[in-house]
């Protein structure tokens, strides 16, 4: 089965397609992604009619470049799989009105799949065969924070989530007041990587909600305290609003909120893990990029649930990508109650702003 998926729910226009032979041996033949961050850079964050106007006008090359990468004509498709959800609204008409458009003109099933359902299935791209269930799926992006428990394809129960900030936001955040420039999840990383002198300021920051009675998260305190810890180096420095931090202390300061985010999100996990008798860790999402966070899961894991699998995407699978939406259909075709549903999907699918994962469960 050959599938072509289509991803614009935020500031990336890609396509990709994907052949899927049976469960455990996809390939990906072709996957392009178009990325808008030198555009939204300025601003400091998304926009998003600027995003949806650089949408109209990638993403005719960029499908054209996935099909011709992939030397594959458009009757040799199966279907068509589109991200219609949750995600800017300019952003996602964009993409849906274009996979409709062809799902129509080619004859051909359109499969909707949720934006945080694709970033999940990144993780069979490359590890279907290690993949067992029940899996805790720990899902951190720019939108979401939250721990998913799957017993089978395409079936999710929340069991916990972030009640205000989402992990990639509170990077962004954080790289801003650092004065790291925009996105920031890789720029904290990259700092707190680099070697700090021997007289580098210590930097000490809370670990919120660690405690372990609840799945849920809180980073928007963990935020201020950086904001406080900023203000109070500047008026001992006698340092002006403005003036520029010295590396020192932004390198302090990116390696302890890093280590704090780390601490909680792993620590979480593997409770969840266990509590409900995991085969599978699975981490998600574009900040799952991060190699502290990787390294730290994956040894926590070794080290207390050694009969535990952890896979996380290869990096090219970790941001937004096409490929994980068509991979996500692909589940969604072969495990689906009600495939004929998607025989008139140019017909039905419809972008929509906000939407629990837990809904597709039922789709
Ligand atoms: O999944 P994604 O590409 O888009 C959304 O669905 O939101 O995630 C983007 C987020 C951004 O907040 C970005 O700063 C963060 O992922 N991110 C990272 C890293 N790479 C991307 N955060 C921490 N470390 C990274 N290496
Ligand atoms: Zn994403």
């Known amino acids: 089965m050959r599938i072509l ?4 729910t935020c500031d990336e226009t890609a396509a990709s397609v994907v052949e899927c032979a049976d469960t455990a041996q996809l390939h990906v033949v072709s996957s392009i992604v178009s990325s808008q961050v030198a555009l939204h850079a300025p601003w400091g964050g998304v926009v998003p009619n600027l995003a949806a106007r ?23 498709l199966d279907a068509i799989a589109v991200a219609n959800r949750p995600g800017l609204i300019p952003a996602l008409l964009a993409g849906t009105a274009a996979a409709k458009s062809l799902a129509y003109a080619w004859h051909l099933p359109l499969i909707a799949v949720h934006h945080i359902e694709g970033h999940i299935y990144a993780n069979w791209i490359d590890h279907a065969a290690e993949i067992a269930f029940p899996i805790v799926a720990l899902v951190v992006s720019g939108g979401h924070t939250q721990l ?22 509170s990077f962004d955040k954080v790289a801003r007041l650092l004065g790291l420039g925009y996105p920031g999840g890789p720029a904290i990383m990259k700092r707190a990587d680099s070697d700090a002198p021997e007289d580098a300021p210590v ?16 980073f928007s305190g963990l935020k201020t305290a950086v904001l406080y810890a900023i203000k109070k180096f500047r008026a001992a420095q006698h340092l002006s ?19 704090a985010v780390i601490d909680v999100l792993t620590a979480k996990t593997l409770h969840a893990a266990r509590a409900h008798h995991a085969a599978t860790i699975i981490l998600a999402g574009g900040v799952s990029a991060n190699t502290a966070l990787r390294d730290a899961l994956f040894h926590a894991a070794a080290t207390h649930l050694p009969r535990v699998r952890c896979v996380c995407p290869s990096l090219p699978y970790c941001g937004d990508n096409a490929a994980m939406i068509a991979v996500a259909a692909y589940y969604r075709l072969t495990h689906s ?27």
């Not at 003036?243 to 302090?252: D, I, N, Q, V, Y």
């Not at 419809?350 to 994962?357: E, H, N, P, Y």
């Open 241 to 259: 609003e403005n003036a520029p931090l010295p590396e020192a202390f932004g390198t302090a300061v990116a390696r302890e909120f890093q280590a």
């Open 337 to 363: 109650p009600d495939r004929a549903a998607y025989v008139d999907g140019w017909r039905t699918v419809t972008a929509v702003a906000r939407d629990s994962i837990e809904k597709a469960s039922l789709s």
């Open 203 to 218: 930097v000490h920051l809370p670990r919120p909600m660690a405690e372990l009675s609840h799945y849920d998260f809180s």
């Open 54 to 76: 650089e949408h109209t006008k990638n993403l005719v090359p960029v499908i054209h470049t996935a099909l011709s990468n992939a030397g594959c004509a458009a009757h040799t």
């Open 148 to 169: 998913i428990v799957m017993r089978r394809h395409c079936d999710y129960t929340i069991i916990g989530q972030t009640r205000d900030d989402a992990v990639g936001e």
């Open 5 to 8: 998926g289509i991803e614009t």
